[in-house]
């Protein structure tokens, strides 16, 4: 057997095997042996048939099981042999196979790039943290009080201001056909005319009545016209939103009085926007490694990568009650295209400064993680065999890699000149909004839509006058003007990023990015310890 290796791009190569007539002959006779007993040939007993008939009819059968023999027996050593470690299966793409013959087959596959690592020692951030202030706290604890409110049945009351009442509608508007809406939980205003019109009314009982919408009326499709309502009240309640003293204190979480709940918020708070600043620092560090070391990733790695967005979104639409069968896979693949490109780079390049500062993950760390689960979840199963189910699910691999992970990047950090900038509420909201438009790629500055749509240049179109297309121009490959300078060669992508660090690489498959989260309202912990939810 002899190899050659052929490099079509830093991660994409390709081994040319010649294998020798004797073997080659050798598998051709092992695969008609094989097949002989299992085929039935009129004229002929099973087993009985001359080998020229056989290598005849099932030829195609024939030529593809020992080419796959050949693959499987030399790919892997032959790729080996000639300087190139293999990390997705071969994809044939020349063939030359003859019983007697010299067998010669070419196979494409992947490798790991080579990252050049730029200087990440010396990194200059901003940590950008929301100042937790007395109006934040108040909005926070609000939001605890408006949770805990209770919906009280209105025994024998009617429809009035405030109440909430549970209805079916049926309405038909002017000239539409006429549509049924059930369950409709209403918090009555007698304000709207809709809201007064059942005002008076009890439980399990009806009222057919007409409105009629301005002419002004922003919905342009019933702006003028009568609806024609029939409304059944099913249910009535009385909101009771609590008073904020001792007692609610006690039902939020066995706090002892009013003091101990507030003294709990603060420190959620604080906590919750420490681990914000902190993720949105991780986000601003990966993005400035990024940036400034650009490699090619394996395209099989970003396909893995695509295929768990896929499952991920399958799991979460079923959840929604919808079928997965309906969803457009291949758009749905391509919006995130970019994201994947992105949390493979980003998990090699994670994975080369791991390797270059030797940042291990002992195995006791994985059992105390694992433990911890454990006893967060109160699971009852033995440690090791519960460990056990773990690593055969390959869990304990995105375990160690999220533990490297968060070693590498307390590593920078060690390294990296940070100061913080502490946000007011407008601040961090105007953060929060310029992030969501950079995540959605909409231009989030005055030139960076760059012509395209929604753009402060979008009139404008590139090119030097003289080269500027007719309006009625239909370009084709006999086009004389410039298409590059027009914008028509490389038209701009949408980029949308992962904002979020992304686990460590391990050595059998980069990991994805993780989405961070905004910090929300916070819940009040149990005054009982547990361990923290990994």
């Not at 405030?162 to 009555?188: M, S």
């Not at 919408?213 to 919905?219: G, Q, R």
């Not at 753009?455 to 309006?471: H, M």
Request: with cysteine; net charge negative.
């Amino acid at each position: 057997m002899s190899a050659t290796l052929h490099h079509q791009s830093p991660t994409r190569k390709a081994v040319e095997v010649t294998v020798p007539a004797t073997e080659v002959s050798a598998i051709f006779s092992e695969v008609v042996a094989k097949i002989a007993p299992k085929v039935r040939i009129p004229g002929f007993r099973p087993g009985k048939a001359p080998r020229p008939v056989l290598m005849q009819k099932y030829a195609r059968e024939i030529q593809s099981d020992v080419a796959q023999q050949l693959v499987e027996k030399h790919f892997w050593k032959a790729a080996q042999e000639a300087g190139a470690l293999p990390i997705s299966h071969p994809t044939l793409e020349k063939l030359d196979l003859k019983e007697g013959a010299d067998a010669v087959f070419r196979a494409q596959f992947d490798v790991a790039p080579e990252v050049l690592l730029p200087d990440y020692r010396a990194m200059v951030l901003t940590k950008k943290k929301r100042i937790i202030d007395e109006a934040t706290f108040l909005e926070h604890l609000e939001g605890l009080r408006q949770r805990a409110t209770k919906f009280l049945p209105v025994e024998d009351g009617v429809v009035a201001q405030g109440l909430i009442a549970t209805c079916d509608i049926r309405v038909k508007p002017q000239g539409l056909k006429a549509q049924t809406y059930q369950d409709q939980v209403l918090e009555i205003d007698e304000k709207r005319p809709f809201d007064a019109q059942l005002a008076g009314l009890k439980v399990d009982e009806k009222k057919v009545f007409t409105l009629t919408h301005p002419a002004d009326d922003t919905n342009t499709v019933l702006a003028g016209k009568t609806l024609a309502y029939d409304v059944h009240v099913k249910d009535l309640r009385a909101k009771e939103v609590p008073v904020i003293d001792d007692e609610f204190a006690k039902d939020m979480g066995a706090y002892e009085n009013l003091e101990a709940l507030k003294t709990a918020v603060k420190q959620d708070l604080e906590e919750a926007t420490e681990r914000d600043a902190l993720a949105r620092l991780h986000t601003t560090m990966l993005d400035t490694l990024l940036d400034a070391a650009p490699f090619e990733v394996p395209r099989s790695m970003v396909s893995l990568q695509l295929d768990d967005y896929c499952q991920e979104f399958a799991q979460h639409v079923g959840r929604q009650g919808m079928d997965p069968k309906k969803v457009n896979w291949q758009a749905y693949r391509q919006y995130r295209q970019n994201d994947a490109e992105r949390a493979v780079r980003s998990g090699y390049l994670l994975q080369a400064i791991g390797n270059a500062e030797s940042i291990e993950v002992p195995e006791a760390d994985i059992d105390a993680e694992i433990r911890a689960y454990m006893t967060e979840n109160q699971i009852l199963q033995p440690f090791d065999a519960f460990k056990a189910d773990l690593d055969r699910r390959g869990n304990t691999t995105e375990i160690k890699g999220r533990l490297r992970t968060d070693r590498i990047f307390e590593h920078l950090l060690t390294t990296a000149q940070v100061t913080e900038e502490r946000l007011d509420k407008a601040a961090f909201e105007a953060l929060v909004e310029l992030e969501r438009k950079r995540e959605a790629g909409l231009p989030v500055n005055r030139f960076d839509a760059g012509g395209l749509e929604g753009g402060d240049l979008e009139g404008q179109e590139g090119g030097e006058p003289a080269a500027v297309a007719p309006v009625d121009h239909v370009h084709g490959p006999g086009c004389d003007h410039d298409h590059e300078a027009e914008g028509e060669e490389k038209p701009v992508k949408k980029v949308k990023k992962d904002a979020a660090k992304t686990e460590a690489a391990v050595e059998e498959k980069p990991k994805k990015a993780s989405r961070k989260e905004e910090p929300a309202e916070v819940k009040p912990k149990a005054k009982k310890a547990t361990a923290a939810k990994k």
